[in-house]
């Protein structure tokens, strides 16, 4: 079984402060874990994603992530808000496609981010 | 522009009907996955497909069915309407299971 926790469903910063947003995930099998951004009335979007190798992921727009299996977190930051980084970011876990192409992916209920001018 | 191509981009009903929801995955991807987005459940996996064939299961009730068809692209049916079922669906394609594309989504309003 897998699942996702994102802590706090809201988070408000100032522009040009730290963010900060919270993900921890359970998993049976070392995981596959992703965030992903969605803007108003699109799609989600990869931000970046971790599968094996450097534990330190960067992703677009420069948000990075970092996975610690001992804390069984995958925390996404960037260091200076910008207005445009308004949006909702979903963590999501899962393990590796099996041979029969079998994959199940488990959201995170999201946390949408307001930026304040 | 994900590549991810979904039809209708809006769609309004009455209770009772069905409707059928349509995604063109990328060129080259052979899993899709369907997922409805609503305000009080959230982003939830209905169900995904590889290659032609059912593989895994999440929340999706008995009144919804899926496909995938030799030319990759998939069909979600929903039958039998309910006031509740209005949500976005989203359909994504992956290429090798890791990273999902989204498609930009059907909203589905049920009057």
């Known amino acids: 079984a897998q699942s996702v926790t994102q802590l706090g469903s809201h988070v408000s910063v100032s522009e040009g402060a730290l963010v900060l947003l919270r993900c921890n995930y359970s998993?049976?099998?070392?995981?596959?874990l992703f965030w992903y951004v969605q803007y108003p009335n699109q799609g989600l979007q990869l931000l970046l994603k971790?599968?094996?190798?450097?534990?330190l992921v960067k992703g677009i727009n420069g948000f990075e992530a970092e996975f610690k299996k001992s804390e069984t977190s995958f925390h996404l930051t960037k260091p200076s808000a910008h207005m445009s980084d308004a949006a909702e970011y979903f963590c999501a876990v899962s393990r590796p496609m099996n041979s029969g192409g079998y994959q199940k992916v488990t959201f995170g209920t999201g946390t949408k981010l307001q930026v304040i001018p | 522009d994900s590549g991810v191509t979904q039809t209708p981009k809006h769609l309004i009903t009455a209770t009772g009907q069905r409707v059928t929801l349509r995604c063109s995955p990328r060129s080259g991807d052979l899993s899709v996955y369907w997922y409805q987005q609503s305000l009080d459940q959230g982003l939830q996996f209905l169900i995904q497909?590889?290659?032609?064939?059912?593989?895994a299961k999440g929340n999706i009730l008995e009144r919804f069915s899926a496909q995938q068809f030799p030319d990759l692209h998939s069909e979600l049916n929903l039958s039998s309407l309910e006031l509740g079922d209005s949500a976005l669906y989203f359909c994504a394609s992956s290429p090798q299971g890791n990273e999902q594309f989204f498609g930009p989504g059907t909203r589905l309003t049920v009057l």
């Open positions: 497909y590889y290659n032609g064939e059912e593989r």
């Open positions: 971790y599968t094996t190798g450097a534990t």
């Open positions: 998993s049976s099998v070392p995981p596959y």
